[in-house]
């Protein structure tokens, strides 16, 4: 089992800074794939950007491409999603996720929720206008 706890949410205005950290116990994930995902109020829930093991290969939903940067640090078994330039639209529940490797020694990156196996509880993002 994989627990996995995000943190760093909360209000900001928009145009402004936010950096979610999480934070991974339980197995060592440094050969997984993580990833972030959000769910707005009354919106299904979305990806937002996902990361390989060693970071060499990242990938972003094109409404936060040059704003949102996503990293990893596997010594500490955390992953990070720097949001910059904020928007009303970034309003939402974000959730941590763990994807373990299928087959293969390292896990393959993908966009699809159901690629993922462990999630977080998921920590509130407030832009204000």
């Known amino acids: 089992q994989v627990q996995l706890v995000e943190s760093g949410g909360g209000l900001v205005q928009a145009g402004h800074s936010l950096r979610l950290s999480c934070s991974a116990s339980g197995r060592d994930v440094s050969l997984w794939v993580m990833g972030w995902f959000r769910q707005a109020p009354g919106k299904e829930r979305e990806f937002v950007a996902a990361?390989?093991?060693?970071?060499?290969?990242?990938e972003y939903v094109d409404s936060v491409k040059g704003r949102f940067s996503i990293s990893r640090d596997n010594f500490k078994n955390t992953v990070i999603l720097q949001m910059n330039s904020l928007q009303v639209e970034d309003t939402a529940v974000y959730y941590c996720?763990?994807?373990?490797?299928?087959?293969?020694?390292?896990?393959?990156?993908?966009?699809?929720?159901?690629?993922?196996?462990?999630w977080g509880q998921g920590t509130q993002v407030t832009v204000s206008s």
């Open positions: 996720a763990s994807r373990p490797p299928k087959d293969a020694l390292v896990a393959d990156i993908t966009r699809r929720e159901s690629g993922y196996d462990y």
């Open positions: 990361i390989t093991w060693n970071g060499g290969i990242t």
